[in-house]
């Protein structure tokens, strides 16, 4: 079992930067890639970033590359995701998630509450 949750939501006008954070406990921290899904009102669950057990690999969707960066503390055991000039398009609420390194929301097995980003424009 992997328990996670997020922080670092809020409110920022486009072109401004947030950091979200991932806790996580349970198992051991680098038995698991970790990854950023976000959801829009009235959309589906949409891929950000993922960052491999060991934190070598990491890939982004292409709507973010560029912007976002991932990132994991081992002696925190926490993941981040650093989001820079940021776009109206980018609300949602953004999920961290813990299971196999891919793209696919069906292959993580462990979900935080999700937090909320709003980008006003």
């Known amino acids: 079992q992997v328990q996670l949750v997020e922080s670092g939501g809020g409110l920022v006008q486009a072109g401004g930067s947030l950091r979200l954070s991932c806790a996580a406990s349970?198992?051991?921290?680098?038995?698991?890639?970790i990854a950023w899904f976000r959801q829009a009102p009235g959309k589906e669950r949409q891929f950000v970033a993922t960052?491999?057990?060991?934190?070598?690999?990491?890939y982004y969707a292409d709507s973010v590359k560029g912007r976002f960066t991932i990132s994991r503390n081992y002696a925190e055991k926490t993941a981040y995701l650093q989001m820079n000039s940021l776009e109206p398009e980018d609300t949602a609420i953004y999920y961290c998630a813990a299971g196999d390194w891919t793209s696919t929301s069906d292959d993580y097995d462990y979900w935080g509450q999700g937090t909320q980003v709003t980008v006003s424009s």
């Open positions: 349970g198992r051991t921290f680098t038995d698991f890639a």
């Open positions: 960052i491999s057990g060991s934190g070598i690999i990491r």
